[in-house]
Every structure is written in structure tokens, then in C-alpha cells.
């Protein structure tokens, strides 16, 4: 899917699909690492983020998931758990994306899209 | 088939199930869980399963035979269908590749092993060729279905479905994930007491069973109460194209099948009787699921690293649903064997991840044969 703007925006993974809508997705990354980094999240801090995590369970992720708009999961398949969840709730979300160690995501605008049958992501060039 | 499998059916059994294992996992992964120590917890379940499962299903099958047992299977929200013939049996064979492999001076498996192992195979044949109506074996050989309903079981749902509205979709929707959310919790990570059916009949019905709204390790911290036990959804789905993997979770083409789903049934249980509920019921299984999941996420949190282990090595190693079909329900309380509790308890919680879990990139056949002595 090609939409204005997308020129500003470079591709930096791409994974398997777990559910995605109809449109491409943008937000501001948070990403998250352990249970504690979850538990000590307070109100509002993930509303409306696009979640990064590297683990493809789903039990820790719980208190969370109605709030966030996107998940990029770097492991796991769509019969993953997080990828099941999600699908249910239909939260969009990318599994087993390979992403560039060396690059911080963290409080960076990603946008998350569908292309030839797999989830792109991609960050926003910064200036 | 009344005989034993002979040598030769017990090794092209034993690649059967390589082949089914390797596409579950395929799509699965080995995930881990900023909860639970997935992978450690489930090397651990299928060491106990290997010590305890043996003995286990012989007991059960002095009150059941595995072909009456494949048969109490065949009804609605039927409590064997929470763990599934194929992850028992499944998880015994991986216990018992893990102990081959284990270089230790317990890496033998003594002389008993072929017969156990036949015994194993001899069990998941004799159940599942009475427990599927199309008598295949594994769901990959049925076109990703899973047929086990009677006719005169799905003639009783007519007359207990209704339509529903777009408002009734997204609420039901919501209920589901909901639930399937809260049984991740109180099944550790695992999947347990979430299991989908079908499809059947020309409406392609697939029904969704959640066996135990109030099951797993984690169920006792709960001192809330679901609205009902379980709760089976009954879900028309038309033209949508559904798949089934072979511990029951669906797949549907397209995802979002729940906006173009008209008609459903709602259904629990009292005895062997199933019951319609009314639609009111998905508002209050909702309003449980979601106190349930607060309070069991920060019970979970409070866990140790050893008893997160525990928990999940019980729900793996559990056969409480077949000691409860024959109605045995207490010759049986889920528990570590001694081997498991001295040796591979420990063991795991030092190494983390057992050596088989990287084979699945590297043998064809992820399973030992016996040795064939009858030629």
C-alpha cells in the first residue's frame, strides 16, 4: 500500500503478518523488555504506542494490550501467542521481524504496513 | 483395530507425529513470556510427563478402554478436549528424546522404554481412530479439521442459535479474546482449556470451546467465580474458510470473520446435558474474564523463578481430563514425579533449554525408533 508521505519513512524490518486492518498503522514506539519494564508503566504511557518486544509469549504483555494501537514482535510466528491474542482482539501486529541491533526504536515514529503478503516496518528518517 | 502396532507402525507413527510437531512449531515458535519461563517449564512438564505418563495412562485405561475413551471425547466441551490426545502423547515422546539425549549417566531409558512407548502409540491409535468422525489420526490428514461431533449432537443445536447484531459481534469478539487472555494467565503461557472444533454441516459451524473457566496452576489464587464453568460458542461461518491445527486453535480466512458472522449459539454444560445460555451471558463472562486476568497477572508477577517453573511443568504434565473422563477425578492430583523433583527440576533451572528444542532445524525425524526385533 503506497500513501502520501511514505517517502518519509524508511523500511528498517519485516516479519509475518498476525493481524493487520486496512489501513497502515503509525505511533511512537515504546519498547519494552521485562516484566518489571510492564509493571512499572504508569497510565497512559503506552496508550495509543506501537509496542516493540522481543518475546512472542502473551501473559506479560496482558494489562497493556487494550491500550496500545500496534505491536512489532523480533521473534515468533503467527501461531505465536502474541500473534493468537491480537488476532482476537484485533490488534495489528508483526511477529519475527528482524530489526537492525544497532538502531534505538524507542520513542521513534514507525509506521507498520502490508506489502506483497508481508508486515513492513518502517521508521520515520529523522532530520 | 483391536491388535498392537507392530514395530514398523510404532516408527512410522513415531515420524507422523516429527511431521505434525515440526509444522505446529513451525507457526508457533519456541516463544518465551516476559511471565513465564516458557521453554524451561516445558522441558521440565515433558520429563514428568515421561516419568508419570506411562503409569498414568495404564491406570486410566483399567476403568476405559482408548477406544471408549476416544469416545467420551465426541461431546460438547468434553473436558479431555483441554489438553488433546496429540499433546499428551506428543509431549511424552519429547520427554523421552530429551532423556536420550541428556549426556548424563541418566541418558539411558532402560529396557522398558519400546514397550512403553508402543504402549503410548498403541493408546493415541486406539483413541483418536474413535474420537475423529473421518477416522484420520492428525488434523493435517483431515484438511486442518477437526470432526468429532455425532450428527445427533449437532441436530440438538437447532433451534438454541440466533442472530446477532454488529453491536452483539464486537461484545462477543471482545468477550472471546478476553477469555483466551485470562486461560493464558491461569494456564501459565500455556494453552489449556481453549479448544475449537469442526467445521460441520453446511454452514460450515465451527464451534469454540472454552472447557474450564476457572482451571490451570494459577486457578487457586481466584477467589472470584465465572458466571458459568465453560462455555461453548457456537459460530456460523458461511463461506469464511477456517483451519484447525491439532491442539484446536482456529484459523480463519479472513481474520476479522467475527464482522460477517450472522448466527451463533451459546452453550454450557449441567452433567452430561448441554445447555443454550442467552446472549446476556457474554457481558458477564466478559466482566469476569477481565477481573480475573488483574488479579491473577500480579499473583502470577509475584512468583519465583522455581514455582513459575513448577506451575508450568504441572499444567504440561496434568492428566487430570482422562483420570475425570473415566470418572477417576481423585486417583489423580497433577505432581512432579522423583526423578523430576531431584534431577530435572534442578537440572532445567540451571541449563533453561533443553538441547532437543534445537533439533527441530536439523533431523528429519525428530523421534528415536525402536529397534525392530521382529524381522
Known sequence: MKNDGEELFVKVGRGAVAYFGKQPVEGVVKEVETLEDIVALTEGEVHGKVLLVKKAGVTGLIPILPEIKAIVCTTGGVGSHLAILTREFGIPCIVGVKLDPNISYDGRQVRINVEDGFGEVSLRKED | ?375
Open chain 2, 1 to 375: 483395530m483391536s491388535r498392537t502396532l507392530s514395530t514398523d507402525e510404532v516408527n512410522r507413527l513415531l515420524i507422523a507425529f516429527s511431521d505434525a510437531a515440526k509444522q505446529l512449531i513451525g507457526r508457533r515458535t519456541l516463544l518465551e513470556s516476559h511471565m513465564f519461563p516458557v521453554t524451561t517449564y516445558v522441558a521440565t512438564g515433558l520429563y514428568n510427563l515421561h516419568e508419570i505418563g506411562y503409569e498414568a495412562l495404564r491406570e486410566v485405561t483399567e476403568s476405559a478402554s482408548p477406544e471408549e475413551i476416544g469416545r467420551l471425547g465426541r461431546r460438547f466441551l468434553s473436558r479431555i478436549n483441554q489438553k488433546t490426545h496429540f499433546s499428551i502423547i506428543l509431549g511424552y515422546l519429547v520427554g523421552r528424546e530429551q532423556r536420550l539425549m541428556d549426556e548424563d549417566e541418566y541418558s539411558t531409558l532402560g529396557e522398558d522404554d519400546a514397550e512403553q512407548t508402543r504402549f503410548m502409540l498403541n493408546f493415541f491409535h486406539k483413541a483418536v481412530s474413535n474420537y475423529r468422525s473421518d477416522g484420520k489420526l492428525f488434523v493435517a490428514d483431515g484438511n486442518g479439521s477437526i470432526p468429532i461431533l455425532p450428527e445427533e449432537a449437532l441436530e440438538g443445536l437447532n433451534g438454541s442459535m440466533f442472530s446477532i447484531d454488529e453491536e452483539a459481534r464486537v461484545s462477543l469478539r471482545r468477550t472471546m479474546a478476553l477469555l483466551q487472555a485470562y486461560l493464558f494467565l491461569s494456564n501459565c503461557e500455556s494453552r489449556g482449556n481453549v479448544f475449537s472444533h469442526g467445521p460441520y454441516g453446511k454452514n460450515n459451524l465451527i464451534i469454540r470451546e472454552f472447557t474450564s473457566l476457572k482451571s490451570g496452576p494459577l486457578a487457586d489464587y481466584l477467589e472470584i467465580s465465572p458466571p458459568v464453568k465453560n462455555l461453548a460458542v457456537v459460530l456460523e461461518l458461511g463461506g469464511m474458510k477456517p483451519a484447525l491445527d491439532e491442539v484446536g486453535t482456529l484459523y480463519v480466512d479472513p481474520p476479522d470473520y467475527m464482522d460477517h458472522v450472522e448466527n451463533i449459539g451459546l452453550f454450557t454444560t449441567s452433567g452430561s446435558k448441554i445447555e443454550p445460555l442467552p446472549p446476556s451471558i457474554s457481558s458477564d463472562v466478559s466482566q469476569f474474564a477481565q477481573r480475573a486476568q488483574k488479579a491473577l497477572f500480579y499473583q502470577a508477577a509475584k512468583l519465583d523463578d522455581r514455582q513459575k517453573i513448577v506451575a508450568g511443568a504441572l499444567q504440561y504434565s496434568n492428566l487430570f481430563p482422562y483420570y475425570e473422563a473415566v470418572g477417576e477425578p481423585d486417583a489423580f492430583t497433577p505432581h512432579l514425579g522423583k526423578r523430576c523433583q531431584e534431577i530435572d527440576l534442578p537440572k532445567m533451572i540451571s541449563l533453561r533449554i533443553h538441547p532437543f528444542f534445537n533439533k527441530f532445524g536439523e533431523k528429519p525425524n525428530l523421534f528415536t525408533p525402536l529397534e525392530n526385533k521382529e524381522r
